[in-house]
């Protein structure tokens, strides 16, 4: 069974940065794309940053040029630094595998920006 585990989020000052980290368990290939969602309260969970098995990557409009997606596939990992935080980038951030019809999340790590 494949578990997903976040860590990495915390309360930020706008401006700031973190890196979130992304850890599977279980039977995972690297042919998974792996991306970062988010959802802020009231909101619909919106896609933040996914990347392929090849190393493409596409971002949210809202976040390029701001944050930096990556993977491991040795660790069966995934990250997202983020800079230059902004108090809109609060909500709670989701890694998700994926191939074909497989599709797995993780529970979600909460980001807070505020002064």
């Known amino acids: 069974q494949v578990q997903l585990v976040e860590s990495g989020g915390d309360l930020v000052q706008p401006g700031g940065s973190l890196r979130l980290s992304c850890a599977a368990s279980?039977?995972?290939?690297?042919?998974?794309?792996m991306g970062w969602y988010r959802q802020a309260p009231g909101n619909e969970r919106e896609l933040v940053a996914t990347i392929t098995k090849t190393g493409s990557t596409n971002y949210a409009d809202s976040v390029k040029g701001r944050f930096t997606i990556s993977r491991d596939n040795a660790k069966n990992a995934v990250y997202l630094q983020m800079n230059n935080l902004k108090p809109e980038d609060t909500a709670v951030y989701y890694c998700?595998?994926?191939?074909?019809?497989?599709?797995?999340w993780g529970q979600g790590t909460q980001v807070t920006v505020s002064s």
């Open positions: 279980g039977k995972i290939f690297s042919s998974y794309t």
């Open positions: 998700r595998y994926w191939l074909g019809p497989i599709n797995y």
